[in-house]
């Protein structure tokens, strides 16, 4: 595809991520080209054009980028309590956008993007997510009819506290407006793949804890979990402990087998089939399968948002209703863990 065929793009919020990781992905995408760059601290902005080659276009008022004809997507990172606001000048304007997870800083901003999704058609908008794109939620799925009846699932996805880090020092982590800090922004990666295998929760039961001062929130969820299916399941959560080998699993069971999916880093991107059991006389088979150059960065999704934007419909997966449901369930395990644990039926948008 030449540069001429190209869909433009305008990046609007120029810090660490999108220096990472969106602005190499659209560069090395046959789809994008992107062309210019906004963000409030101008200087900001000015080193970040700087990286493209040739250096984009820099805007000195947010309105610019979705008044520029050439823009044909708007690739926006911000905090996400400024979702709502961005995705509305979209609308305005009539430019295509894509949105950070999670879809918004709490439930009712979530349920206006879902809203204004629905009733403007014309304008894509979706949610960056890319955890919904791995290789194996499909792997998963596939090997999930092999084991019977699913009956539960334990998902656990653990680690030290990063010093570190260096989104620690942003202020949006530091006074998250999202809500749960940390569980909504990390957390929703984890669901993003829990629910693309084994469909929505219903409702759960949830305790929550804040180990460290620096995550701004609670930071450790464990929760009991009841999916749409019937499927009852764990749900542990949070990189803020002391030493300890970072790790995550998601083991899901059924009557007739099992799968064991270890995608901790360095070690994992693998599972573990084994089927029979489900009478005495079944025959016991194990089968270790793994899952090579697996998509954990960004290039998938944004391969799928220009594969939809090419009439490839149904490449995207995380719609805003998608999103909406993500975040719903870290709503569901906040609000359980202030009421003592109690029931709470995940929210619909």
Known sequence: MSE????????????????KSH???????????????????????????????????????????FKDPNVDLIDALLPVQYNV???????????????EKPIA????????????????????????????????VKELKDAIKKIGKVVGFNYHSTGSFNFNN???????????????????DGGVH???????????????????????????????VWALCKMNSGIVGSFNYGSAFGNKKKNGYFEILGDNGSIYYDFSPNTGDRFILRTGGFTSDDEKNEVEIKIENENWGTATEFEKLGEELSGEKGSIICWPE????????????????????NTVSIEKP
């Open 23 to 65: 602005l190499p992905s659209l560069t090395n995408s046959k789809y994008f080209t992107p062309i210019s760059c906004y963000n409030r601290t101008a200087s900001k902005a000015e080193e970040f054009a700087k990286k493209a080659d040739p250096p984009l276009k820099v805007y000195s008022d947010i309105d610019d980028a």
């Open 105 to 136: 800083a709490n439930l009712d901003q979530a349920r206006e993007i879902v809203k204004l999704s629905k009733e403007n058609p014309q304008v894509l908008i979706a949610v960056n997510e890319h955890w919904v794109y791995l290789k194996a």
């Open 190 to 220: 984890q669901l993003a793949l829990l629910t693309s295998v084994l469909g929505d929760v219903e409702s759960l039961n949830a305790r929550t804890v804040q180990v460290r001062p620096q995550s701004g929130d609670v930071d450790v």
């Open 85 to 99: 606001e961005i995705v509305e000048k979209a609308i305005k304007y009539s430019k295509n956008i894509v949105i």
């Open 4 to 19: 001429q065929q190209t869909t433009k793009v305008a990046i609007i919020g120029t810090g660490i991520f999108a220096t």
């Open 166 to 184: 260096q989104y620690l020092t942003t202020t949006w982590r530091q006074n998250p407006q999202h809500i749960g800090g940390f569980l909504s």
């Open 322 to 341: 998608v999103a909406f449901h993500h975040l719903a369930i870290v709503d569901a395990m906040l609000k359980s863990a202030k009421d003592n644990a």
